[in-house]
């Protein structure tokens, strides 16, 4: 840019100082800081208000919002500068270390909790009675933890953050303990009424060897909910249903597999209903022809082990209950078998009407798994979720080191100085094809005994990962007045013609074109030239020139004759503009800094004619603190002083 800074006559900025002694060494001077200059000015400081301030300064080699330059600079240059008189200025060069992003705060302790998970945790994954307590590739932990956490934390808020430690293995567990299962929920929605649906889904097998009826899906409504299970029974009306002289059907499981589980329980629930003869049976046998051929196998006769309830009276149900349980392994420990419910009834001559109904559901068959299913080694890993209000999920662009990313690197914990040497080749390794500008949030240990305390952000940037720049370069002008070095935030802004646009007028023009649209005069095809205010980029000036009548700006054309009144009008405009380039310029200036207010100078040309260019330097006033380009400050024109030349 192409503004010169200049030191103001700080003594006129406060009442009381007055010129003391005749000036004998009127000096300005640049300097860099170095380490060193930090120390210096923790020792001059030691003792005063500042020396908090200063010894952090020292430890961070920089300055910061906590150890503010304003305050501290003067006591270096007191050091080095001290035989100088009033009006000397020095330009001093250092190293600013900004906050930390805010949002690092909320990922660590205390404001982020710290979990391990639990025996019942693991259970939501594999189920009642398993002893694996690790994720797999088939059970992963992104697929887990977020119904874990939601059970785990139904409390908790949008925006909490969980370090979740757990374990993990590359292969799967031996086996589930759970043989069989079925409860009929993947046959909801089945027909009510006749002709019903055979149940012969999930590997079950559905063998009519008499009659037409089958195990059949039904519902019913129970509670307030629907109950939906397999019904067997003779019973027909003879239009929809049949009324069959004989019925025999088998409704038979798929393989159930013995031989990696022990203490493998059997059981099922049941209603009798309408109860005329005992017409269920309930078979084992580990002949695979069980599930094609089934009156040709040898069956294992089990009923004996179960109650098949009995409705009082007769032409009644009973209520949905467990038949028992029998221990599989009595007889077929170790063996792979298949569980058939045979039915027998009918309407035969002379036998009468054979019509008991049985209704069957929740049918288990659950064992012993045992741990791991052999040796299954795990290790532990950590995760950072985050609350939405309605679900948890992995905290994005965040990232946790695992207890073995400590051991690659040789270490058991980082500190904020070792972190920048490890972390950079961690992420370049996890994220080979990282973009320019990628941003990911860095949680670590500081101790051994933690999952994780500390966090830091790192950039690709360059072609590689680093820390996100938090420590910048600046340079601040000080001058020496009655109280001796002080810090001077005004701004002098010499604004001339340079190769392109200059910019501080350009981005004022490009803010009133994109933003002011009713103030927005352009010269035809031109974005570095604008008509209501006079401003004019390319050629660095303001434009008072009456051609400006031409634009289109009917306040301009009203005045046009009044020589007078049109120099009123351009004068009032060009204090609006350059007020509007201060605000758009320095977005987030405030009214003072350190208790010195802010002075903005702008030294432009007056473009009349080509004859007649007008220099003047303006003197502006921050009134009102900006925060940014949505909260622009306010400025106050104090006046103006004709130059010679710029």
């Known amino acids: 840019m192409t503004a010169l800074l200049f030191a103001c006559n700080y003594n006129d900025q406060f009442d009381g100082l007055e010129e003391k002694s005749k000036i004998k060494n009127l000096v300005s001077y640049a300097y860099t800081m170095t380490d060193e200059d930090y120390n210096t000015i923790a020792t001059k400081a030691k003792g005063t208000v500042n020396e908090t301030a200063a010894n952090k300064a020292k430890t961070d080699k920089a300055f910061s919002e906590q150890a503010p330059a304003a305050t501290l600079i003067p006591y270096l240059l007191t050091s080095k500068y001290y035989t100088v008189d009033k009006g000397s200025s020095a330009m001093v060069s250092y190293t600013y270390k900004s906050n930390a992003p805010a949002y690092l705060s909320n990922l660590v302790p205390p404001a982020a909790g710290t979990y391990t998970l639990t025996a019942a945790d693991y259970a939501l994954v594999w189920g009642d009675g398993s002893t694996t307590d690790y994720f797999t590739p088939s059970n992963t932990p992104a697929a887990n933890l977020p119904r874990i956490l939601k059970a785990d934390f139904p409390s908790a808020q949008a925006g909490a953050v969980q370090l979740v430690s757990f374990k993990v293995a590359d292969q799967e567990p031996g086996v589930s303990p759970t043989r069989l299962e079925e409860n009929f929920s993947s046959y909801e929605g089945s027909p009510t009424s006749a002709p019903y649906r055979v149940a012969d889904g999930n590997g079950w097998t559905n063998i009519v060897t008499a ?108 209520v949905m209950a467990s038949a028992g349980t029998m221990n599989l392994d009595t007889k077929y420990a170790g063996k792979k078998v298949y569980i ?30 045992p741990q791991g299913g052999g040796d ?95 420590r910048t370069p600046k340079t601040e002008q000080y001058v020496f007045a009655d109280k001796g070095w002080m810090f001077d935030p005004t701004v ?17 023009i490009t803010y009133i074109k994109d933003n002011m649209s009713d103030k927005w005069y352009p010269y035809t095809g031109r974005v570095n030239e604008e008509h209501y205010f006079g401003l004019n980029s390319y050629y660095a000036e303001i434009v008072f020139d009456g051609n400006r009548v031409t634009y289109g700006d009917q306040a301009i054309f009203d005045v046009k004759d009044d020589a007078a009144a049109l120099d009123a009008l351009l004068n009032e405009r060009a204090i609006d503009g350059l007020k509007l380039l201060c605000q758009v310029n320095f977005p987030t200036m405030t009214p003072d800094v350190a208790g010195v207010e802010q002075i903005v100078y702008i030294s432009i040309e007056h473009y009349y004619n080509a004859n007649d260019r007008r220099f003047f330097k303006h003197k502006f006033k921050c009134v009102k603190a900006g925060t940014g380009m949505n909260d622009l400050p306010e400025f106050e024109h104090l006046g103006k002083e004709q130059l010679p030349s710029l």
């Open 211 to 318: 009659g037409n009826h089958a195990f059949w899906i039904r519902t019913r409504a129970s509670g307030g909910a629907t109950l939906t299970y397999v019904e067997a029974t003779a019973n027909g009306n003879g239009t929809s249903t049949s009324r069959d002289a004989e019925n025999e059907m088998y409704f038979i499981s798929p393989a159930v597999d013995l031989t990696k589980t022990t203490n493998n329980l059997f059981s099922f629930d049941i209603v009798t209903g309408y109860y005329v003869q005992d017409g269920l049976k309930i078979l084992i046998s580990d002949n695979a022809a069980a599930t094609t051929t089934p009156s040709t196998v040898a069956w294992d006769d089990v009923t004996a082990n179960f109650t098949i309830p009995v409705p009082t009276p007769a032409n009644t149900y009973t």
């Open 340 to 369: 058939a419910f045979k039915y027998n009834g009918g309407y035969a001559v002379g036998a009468g009407t054979l019509t008991t109904t049985y209704q069957i559901d929740n049918i288990l068959v659950k064992g012993t798994a």
């Open 376 to 470: 299954v080694k795990t290790r532990v890993e950590n995760a950072v979720y985050t609350y939405s209000g309605s679900a948890w999920a992995p905290y994005p662009n965040a990232v946790i080191l695992n207890p073995a990313d400590y051991t690659a690197m040789g270490t058991s914990y980082l500190t904020a100085t070792t972190a920048p040497n490890y972390l950079p080749a961690f992420l370049a390794s996890k994220y080979p094809y990282a973009q320019e500008g990628n941003v990911k949030a860095m949680l670590y240990r500081t101790a051994s005994s933690v999952t994780a305390n500390a966090a830091d952000e790192y950039t690709f940037t360059g072609g590689k990962w680093a820390p996100t720049a938090l």
């Open 492 to 508: 002098s802004l010499v604004l001339k013609r340079v190769t392109g646009n200059e910019p501080y007028l350009f981005n004022a």
